[in-house]
């Protein structure tokens, strides 16, 4: 079944792809990682200005909604928007920087949970306005009506895992 970049067109020009797409299936999960990977790219910038990574962001994100309860690390982990199978080297990072702090709990010695710092707390402060303005960059393309659109059609997709 030929797919709808085959008009030469869209994904298949943007990534110098010759031959066309085997599948229209194909062709949208090449168009998901890709429009991923530029997202991506785009929040990095904005979170290094701080001298954080993107997940990095995204823990002390999951650390400030979690208030003053803090966490333990594998509901972090399974919040994280990419999988994180080094999380206690990331905290570790976060920790060294004083950004986050972790606490082992009386009753089970084994499990630790995690805060956020004030330091943590001012970074997220101070990138929260530029995050905003990049959320609004990378669909600004897009009416409102659309985006909704959008988040259902990925919800659906997330569904099938």
Do not use: W
């Amino acid at each position: 079944m030929p797919s709808s970049s085959d008009n030469g067109g869209g994904l298949q020009a943007e990534i110098a792809q010759r031959r066309p797409f085997h599948s229209t299936r194909a062709e949208v999960a090449v168009s998901i990682l890709r429009t991923a990977a530029i997202i991506e790219r785009h929040f990095a910038q904005v979170v290094a200005r701080s001298g954080i990574t993107t997940q990095q962001y995204n823990v002390l994100r999951i650390l400030r909604g979690a208030g003053d309860d803090g966490l333990p690390t594998l509901v972090i982990r399974d919040r994280m928007i990419h999988e994180a199978p080094g999380i206690t080297r990331l905290l570790d990072k976060l920790e060294k920087a004083g950004l986050a702090r972790r606490e082992r709990t009386s009753p089970d010695r084994r499990q630790v949970f995690c805060f956020i710092t004030d330091r943590g707390l001012t970074v997220l402060e101070e990138l929260d306005e530029a995050m905003r303005a990049a959320d609004d960059v990378v669909v600004a393309s897009l009416t409102e009506e659309e985006q909704r659109t959008l988040i259902e059609l990925l919800g659906k997709v997330r569904e099938r895992r």
